[in-house]
Every structure is written in C-alpha cells, then in structure tokens.
C-alpha cells in the first residue's frame, strides 16, 4: 500500500513547486538578469554588465551604503528591544494573576493593524510631541530613527509576547520545582533554566524580528512621508524611490534588491544557525 501511494508524490508536489517558481524562482532570475541592464519596462532590456553595481557603490546619489548602514543599525537595535520586551511582558503575564488574558490581548492587538495605518497614527502622536519643542519628526535622521523604533517595538513586542509565552509553559514544572528546592535563586532559576529552555521561542522571535525589521517599508513610508526625502529612509524605501522615482535607475534599483536579498537571506540563516546550536532538547 506505501509503494502504490509513493509513486504519486509528484502529483502532491506539483501545487507547491508551482507557486515556489511562479511566485518566487522565476521572478527572482528575472530580476537577476535585469539587475545587469539598463531598462524602463522587461521588454527594451539592454545588457550592461556590472555597471549598475558599481554605479551603486560609487556614484555619490546612490544612497546605498548609507542606507544599508541605517537599516543593519536600525535591525540590530529593534531586535534587541523587541526581544526584551516581549520576554518581560511574558515572564509578567506567565504567573497567572487575575486579568492575564485581557493584558495579553491588549499588547496583542497592535499586531493587528495595518503598517500604513499604524505610521500615519504614530506620525501624528510624534509629531505632536515633538512640536512642543520645535522639532519634527524630519528635523534630523536621528528623531525620524527612534520614532521608528518606538513604533516597531511597541507593535510588535505584544506578538513576540504570544511565543515566549508558549515557550515559558512548556518548562516541565519539575524543573522549576527542583532548582526552588536546590535554593536557586530567581536569577539563576532565569538564565539557567528559563531562557534555556525557551531557545526554540528565541530562534522563531529573533528570525521574525530581524526580518522584519530588514525589509521595514510601510512603516517607514507612512511615518517619515512627504519631507522624508534625504533623511531616514531604509533600504527597502531607498529601493523603491530608486527604482519608481528616478528615471534611468530602474536596472541600479533592481541591483540594489538583488543584494539586498543576498543579505537578508545570508543574515537569516547565520542567525538561525547560531540560535539552533544554542537550543536545549527536552
């Protein structure tokens, strides 16, 4: 009966392998081969070689490096925030006082909305803030970088919440009962137990949080509109504007995503890997 059904696994991987090509191979070698020509639509692509790649690298109103720069600091600190957060509110929201489940939807819901949403809402909170003391939110990179922050962290601390919540009741309570006997304090019941044995929650929360925090483009559009120009623009805005809104751009726009790709997949799986190696069987 196994062999009869093993010869039709084709027929069961055929639906996959579609999508995976039409949404994601095709359009990736695609995009590839367009990032080595000058275009303006696929049809009148003219091969170039590498000079889109170079043009990004040198030409002084790329942006790309700057802009590579910001978005790797602006990952690195959102994951750490994010993280930390998100580990605390569930440490809290663990112990099972009376009210859990309403604070666990409240700093859920964030999550929900959407990011264009979410940055004009912020854009007005900040804003208004901030005009108390003559500044804006564009005033320089730096306010247009925290305001960012701030908002990613207070959306999506609340979701990373949900699996360190997971994460922390699945600890066997014998563990915890034992190291309580032993005299552990609750210190060393967190970082030799706890945090331990959430690792599989921290691998899942860190790749979500340091992707995301990569291609961040609607958050930063919305937040930082109309005056953003030249001040705190991500990669993934600074791909965009390159490619839509410079005319003769459109090939040194796709190199820019092509590497762009290349890092946020190189990040992911050195994360990953990293992680994994750290996490504790049960």
Not at 79 to 94: E, P, S
Not at 118 to 124: A, E, F, R, T
Not at 202 to 223: P, Y
Request: hydrophobic share 50%; aromatic share 14%; proline share 3%.
């Amino acid at each position: 009966m196994e062999k009869s059904i093993r010869k039709y696994w084709p027929i069961f991987v055929l639906p996959t392998m579609l999508a995976f090509l039409i949404g994601f191979l095709i359009p990736f070698l695609t995009g590839l081969y367009l990032s080595f020509c000058n275009f303006t639509t696929v049809s009148d692509a003219t091969f170039v070689g590498l000079s889109n790649y170079i043009r990004i690298f040198t030409d002084p109103t790329s942006n790309f490096t700057h802009a590579l720069w910001v978005t790797s600091l602006f990952t690195v600190v959102n994951v750490i925030l994010i993280n930390v957060f998100g580990f605390v509110l569930a440490l809290l929201l663990v112990r099972g006082f009376r009210g859990t489940n309403i604070f666990r939807t409240v700093f859920f819901m964030p999550n929900l909305i959407g990011g264009i949403v979410l940055g004009w809402v912020w854009n007005l909170l900040l804003s208004g803030i901030l005009a108390k003391f003559g500044r804006t939110l564009v005033y320089s990179e730096s306010y247009g970088f925290w305001g960012l922050t701030i908002l990613m962290t207070w959306q999506q601390a609340g979701y990373m919440m949900v699996i360190y919540i997971a994460g922390l009741q699945s600890i066997p309570d014998d563990l915890i009962e034992a190291a309580s006997i032993d005299g552990a304090t609750s210190l060393q019941t967190l970082f030799k137990i706890k945090i331990p044995m959430v690792m599989p929650s921290i691998t899942i929360c860190t790749f979500l949080t340091l992707t995301n925090s990569f291609k961040l483009f609607d958050q930063n559009l919305a937040l930082l509109s109309a005056e953003s120009s030249g001040k705190l623009k991500l990669l993934a805005l600074d791909i965009y504007e390159t490619f839509y809104g410079r005319n003769g751009w459109q090939g040194a726009g796709q190199a820019k995503a092509v590497i762009f790709t290349i890092i946020v997949a190189a990040v992911a799986i050195l994360q990953m890997r990293l992680t994994n190696k750290r996490e504790v069987q049960q």
